[in-house]
């Protein structure tokens, strides 16, 4: 049975995205079956795998909108074990095509029921706001990985987060917990960062992972090559910080 974990921050630019791929790519590489959903319309998840979003004839909208299977729209990469519910451009009207709907809230998860035992994890890349499209994606989640940038804004804005996964938890999904605070984009030069880290570390003593991931140029090169961290450049600070996340996700799963 799948464990689902959605990657949620409505601050963009965190490392949301570069944290959902390349865990992803990690477990596929120990054996794990993965699936990895693209909720963002912007599609940067799926372009960082290597598939063109505007050569999609379905994508992740259909599911949600248009009732298409998930089998219809699923996508093997070229990674072993791995495989993409891709974006595309349409979902960025979805926000307002399922205020329509009836149980607009539960099509992610109902869509993705069929696929519990395909599967050992589900990870859901959401978008950098907390409309409809990331409501879907809590909905759908066991549990919640929250990447901070750290710098000053966004830790700000993690009070508005923790307020909707509290608001999903007790009306939506009872059972959508925290699953760790992920500090990434770390510069140890700046005294910012290391106060940032404090901060974190203090307000979530429980669920703040130990791994920090670094500013790196690497990590900001791989999406353009369609490639993972741990595949397109395995040596480098990014990759390394990224396998370490990994070994500590898997280790402390569900503890």
Same mark, same amino acid.
């Given at each position: 049975?799948?464990?689902?974990?959605?990657?949620?921050? !409505?601050?963009? @630019?965190? %490392?949301?995205?570069?944290?959902?791929?390349?865990?992803?790519?990690?477990?596929?590489?120990? %054996?794990?079956?993965?699936? *990895?959903?693209?909720?963002?319309? !912007?599609?940067?998840?799926?372009?960082?795998? @290597?598939? /063109?979003?505007?050569?999609?004839?379905?994508?992740?909208?259909?599911?949600?909108?248009?009732?298409?299977?998930? /089998?219809?729209? *699923?996508?093997?990469?070229? !990674?072993? %074990?791995? =495989?993409?519910?891709?974006?595309?451009?349409?979902?960025?009207?979805? =926000?307002?095509?399922?205020?329509?709907?009836?149980?607009?809230e539960n099509k992610l998860a109902n869509a993705l029921r069929p696929l519990h035992a395909q599967y050992d994890f589900i990870v859901i890349d959401t978008p950098p706001s907390l409309g409809l499209l990331t409501i879907n994606a809590l909905v759908a989640s066991d549990g919640v990985v929250i990447p901070v940038q750290c710098e000053y804004l966004p830790l700000e804005g993690l009070a508005q987060l923790l307020q909707t996964i509290e608001m999903v938890h007790r009306s939506l999904?009872?059972?959508?917990?925290?699953? %760790?605070? *992920?500090?990434?984009?770390?510069?140890?030069?700046?005294?910012?960062?290391?106060?940032?880290?404090? /901060?974190?570390?203090?307000?979530?003593?429980?669920?703040?992972?130990?791994?920090?991931?670094?500013?790196?140029?690497?990590?900001?090169?791989?999406?353009?090559?369609?490639?993972?961290?741990?595949?397109?450049?395995? =040596?480098?600070?990014?990759?390394?910080?990224? =396998?370490?996340?990994?070994?500590?996700?898997?280790?402390?799963?569900?503890?």
């Open positions: 049975m799948a464990r689902i974990y959605a990657l949620a921050n !409505q601050k963009g @630019g965190v %490392g949301k995205t570069t944290t959902a791929v390349s865990l992803c790519a990690y477990l596929a590489a120990r %054996g794990k079956r993965v699936l *990895l959903v693209d909720m963002d319309p !912007q599609a940067n998840a799926t372009s960082s795998l @290597g598939i /063109d979003k505007n050569e999609l004839e379905n994508s992740v909208y259909d599911v949600l909108i248009s009732s298409s299977t998930v /089998d219809a729209v *699923l996508v093997v990469t070229s !990674q072993r %074990g791995l =495989d993409l519910l891709p974006s595309a451009p349409a979902l960025a009207g979805a =926000d307002i095509e399922l205020i329509e709907l009836t149980g607009r999904n009872p059972q959508l917990r925290i699953r %760790g605070v *992920l500090m990434t984009m770390y510069d140890p030069r700046t005294r910012i960062a290391r106060e940032v880290v404090q /901060d974190v570390r203090r307000q979530f003593p429980r669920n703040t992972f130990r791994t920090i991931i670094p500013r790196s140029v690497k990590l900001s090169e791989a999406p353009s090559y369609g490639e993972p961290i741990g595949s397109y450049a395995p =040596d480098s600070s990014g990759a390394q910080a990224y =396998d370490a996340f990994g070994q500590e996700f898997l280790a402390t799963e569900w503890q």
